[in-house]
T-cell receptor, first 111, second 116 residues
Framework: SQKIEQNSEALNIQEGKTATLTCNYT??????LQWYRQDPGRGPVFLLL?????KEKRKERLKVTFDTTLKQSLFHITASQPADSATYLC??????????FGGGTRLMVKP | DTGVSQNPRHKITKRGQNVTFRCDPI?????LYWYRQTLGQGPEFLTY????????KSRLLSDRFSAERPKGSFSTLEIQRTEQGDSAMYLC??????????????FGPGTRLLVL
């Protein structure tokens, strides 16, 4: 089965630093990976999508990489702010666009 | 608000009762998905529709679960004879097939179910 693994331990960083979250996948590379943000009690909110043939994608303070050799995606938030505190979910796209999610990593940005 | 909406937002029921949830997707979206999420876990795929056709169901979707999308617009998810293990957040998402951004799924706020 296709699995997505994210660090289940919370990531605590200081405001202004860069947060880096890791997403590892098993078996063959997915056509794309997506990153979502989820706040407590709310549904996930789409942030970025990166395709298998793309190495890097950026959007404002966010950057995502896709390394098919390491079977890994990294998600970076530069100049982090307390408002960035949330759980970040990585998901792989499959047939029918069904998403397989990792367990998420909780980010805490301290002022 | 033109996003995905779900009702009710919260539901408390007793074991053995039936419950039904509703999802209204973004109006022009032809794909609709249901996911289930338990505390501390990521969402797990349950089923999806393209227009009114239910095209895929997860093995997680036992016979007690049924989903419909009768006119290709809103969808309902029914759980019969609820069990305590059904307690979770039920998320609905929609997307528009046939566009460059078809893979992007837009999620609703979810329905939190508690089975006592």
């Amino acid at each position: 089965s296709q699995k997505i693994e994210q660090n289940s331990e919370a990531l605590n960083i200081q405001e202004g630093k860069t947060a880096t979250l890791t997403c590892n996948y098993t078996n063959y590379s997915p056509a794309y990976l997506q990153w979502y943000r989820q706040d407590p009690g709310r549904g996930p909110v789409f942030l970025l999508l990166i395709r298998e043939n793309e190495k890097e994608k950026r959007k404002e303070r966010l950057k995502v990489t896709f390394d098919t050799t390491l079977k890994q995606s990294l998600f970076h938030i530069t100049a982090s702010q307390p408002a960035d505190s949330a759980t970040y979910l990585c998901a792989r796209g499959g047939q029918s666009n069904m998403l397989t999610f990792g367990g998420g990593t909780r980010l805490m940005v301290k002022p | 608000d033109t996003g995905v909406s779900q009702n009710p937002r919260h539901k408390i029921t007793k074991r053995g009762q039936n419950v039904t949830f509703r999802c209204d997707p973004i109006s022009e979206h032809n794909r609709l998905y249901w996911y289930r999420q338990t505390l501390g876990q990521g969402p797990e795929f349950l089923t999806y529709f393209q227009n009114e056709a239910q095209l895929e169901k997860s093995r997680l979707l036992s016979d007690r679960f049924s989903a419909e999308r009768p006119k290709g617009s809103f969808s309902t998810l029914e759980i019969q004879r609820t069990e305590q293990g059904d307690s979770a957040m039920y998320l609905c998402a929609s997307s528009l097939r046939g566009t460059r951004s078809q893979e992007t799924q837009y999620f609703g706020p979810g329905t939190r179910l508690l089975v006592l």
